[in-house]
């Protein structure tokens, strides 16, 4: 098989695409998919993504952990939001947790009702995650979960990452994945530089979550891939 | 005003940007913004661009000249296409053109419905381009048409190379313009070799159009800005 890799750099733009022979990657480091790697990763048995803030009080009174976040910010009455410090092996071994977030929920919902397997990425688990995207016989798309459906960099920054990485193992590549990894070169000596340039980078100032970002952007902290195994968040085990 | 500049990278995020009080600037620059700015410049009366080629034929013995592109090649029975080379002087001057392509002609009519002005951009116009944009006040969504509402590569570097001269004229500036930007610079001194990175190059090799790609890569060879008044494109007069 002659694979393809391709980069869907919001999810308005999902439909474009022809994922039912393709594994996707939903890809939204700042914060979502670094804190399900890191919560994954720290043991947390399940991570159970839901669309709305209403959808986690469901699944109140089962033992579960509630995590909500709107606009960046924790909902409050919530156990807590997607910093990845909330995801440590005391807070979520054993554990599973309803998450919901602006962008990364709403992508993993898209994604998981055409795709061949739905994998979490993040700068976190980039190298395991290459390592078996390599070993798959699927096409690849990288799914930027964007901020509102719009273009961000944090995103296509990663999504460049991973092209590079699978650049000799794959034989077609798109427009956006030809940038997104030009993309990365620029940035890759120095990510929370470049990131400053962002549109977004006064949104994350006034957040106060400077040590959430920095540690998002450490490489390959983490070994284990979330996949979506019907309604959960699990391990992979390969 | 502090002035903002947005890029589009497809006709089908358009719905996420506010542009009643922007100027858009259209691009498909390989190739019908480019032939439309030099069909203008070579004295064209208008340019009328419409969605389908059905539209075109109710045009018919009206006297004008009738352009009908798709998937890159000229409509079977219709005067020409949207290769540069037939917006000649000899061709074109004094006369109208009705014009449907692929990707441009829709990025057009979406602009229409809600933006403060349509213009059209492309490299054979850049510099009056964008001090026309600067001595507005007025903020600037650059639409990139790209191919099938999927981003392109050089739909997003002329939208750089227009950033990079309007940097320091405007305030504000979004994700995908930093992006935009960022990879004209790393294209910008040989564009045609960047873009043979490009997905697309297969297709263009495959129409046989190198001499318009040429073509349409040239910088400032026209000083006109198509602008739309009503359903015609004509020269701005400023």
């Not at 397997?117 to 390592?131: A, H, M, W």
């Amino acid at each position: 098989m002659s694979k393809r890799i391709e980069v869907c750099l919001t999810p308005a733009l999902i439909h474009l695409y022809d994922i039912t022979e393709s594994i996707v990657v939903v890809i939204d480091v700042l914060r979502a998919t670094s804190s399900i790697t890191y919560g994954i990763d720290n043991g947390a048995e399940a991570i159970i993504p839901v669309a709305q803030v209403e959808d986690c009080l469901s699944y109140a009174n089962q033992g579960f952990l509630l995590a909500a976040e709107r606009n960046g910010e924790v909902v409050s009455g919530y156990d807590f939001g997607n910093s990845p410090f909330s995801y440590t092996k005391e807070k979520v071994g054993g554990k599973t947790i309803v998450l919901t977030t602006t962008n990364g929920t709403k992508a993993l919902h898209l994604a998981r009702k055409h795709a061949y397997q739905v994998v979490i990425g993040s700068f976190l688990n980039l190298d395991s995650l290459c390592e078996y995207l390599k070993a798959q016989n699927k096409n690849v798309l990288l799914l930027c979960a964007g901020w509102k459906d719009q273009f961000n960099l944090e995103d296509t920054l990663f999504a460049g990452a991973v092209v590079e990485n699978l650049r000799t193992s794959f034989a077609h590549f798109d427009d956006s994945s030809v940038a997104a990894q030009d993309l990365y070169a620029l940035a890759k000596n120095d990510l929370r530089k470049y990131l400053h340039k962002s549109s977004h980078s006064h949104r994350l100032a006034e957040l106060n979550i400077e040590e959430d970002v920095q540690f998002c952007l450490q490489l390959n902290i983490c070994k284990s891939i979330p996949v979506l195994e019907g309604e959960k968040l699990v391990r992979l085990t390969t």
